[in-house]
């Protein structure tokens, strides 16, 4: 309701990706803020999010989050943020899915940043598998820096998953990289895509009498 209320259409694409009946890990690309009102409004399954620990002070908003479920990290904290980590694993155990955005924040540029690998670590000691999500279009509605919203169409890109069999991080660390050369390839050919279509509509419009 939130994305229709302010214009923002949601396709998403891939969604027999989404695995039914079981937790699972969905490893996003983070462009802005509505990251978390398109997956949340559009990815068929329990979702919980692991949210920096100020988010919890926001009057109302910190409230609704805790009550939903989602799990505060205090990033300047190892010890805080070792907590918020086993607290997520109890969470995928209990049988919700978790959202995590690897670059850690919202990109600066628009493209897709390096991957931290807590999402993976968490998906192997809870044993559940990896679910890529490639989010275009999230950046241009509400920029860095601003709460102005700008009503635009976003894209969601679901491949498909990955099982990460065992404790072997060096294998974990080679398939956390797969998934972000997946979800830079969706994101660059869908960018493309969006470009040739912008072109075409131009020349459409200057032939237009």
């Not at 999010?49 to 205090?74: D, Q």
């Not at 919202?106 to 670590?121: A, N, P, V």
Request: aromatic letters at 8%.
């Amino acid at each position: 309701m939130i994305c229709r209320w302010n214009g923002v259409s949601v396709k998403i694409t891939g969604i027999e990706n989404v695995l039914t009946g079981r937790p699972q890990v969905f490893v996003a690309n983070h462009q802005g803020y509505y990251d978390i009102f398109a997956l949340s409004g559009y990815l068929p399954v329990q979702l919980r999010w692991v949210a920096k620990a100020s988010l919890f002070r926001v009057t109302f908003m910190g409230w609704a989050m805790g009550a939903a479920g989602y799990i505060p990290v205090a990033r300047k904290s190892r010890k805080k943020s070792y907590q918020a980590f086993l607290n997520a694993i109890e969470s995928v155990r209990a049988g919700n899915s978790i959202v995590i955005f690897p670059e850690g924040t919202r990109s600066e540029d628009g493209k897709i940043g390096t991957f931290k690998k807590g999402g993976q670590l968490l998906a192997q000691r809870a044993e559940v598998p990896m679910v890529p999500v490639t989010v275009i279009g999230t950046r241009d509605i509400i920029r860095k820096g601003s709460m102005l919203i700008h009503p635009g169409p976003v894209q969601i890109i679901v491949s498909p998953h990955v099982t990460l069999k065992g404790k072997d991080t060096k294998k974990g660390d080679e398939i956390l990289q797969a998934i972000r050369s997946t979800i830079h390839e969706n994101f660059e050919k869908q960018l493309r895509t969006d470009a040739a279509k912008g072109q075409k509509e131009k020349r459409d419009f200057d032939k237009s009498p």
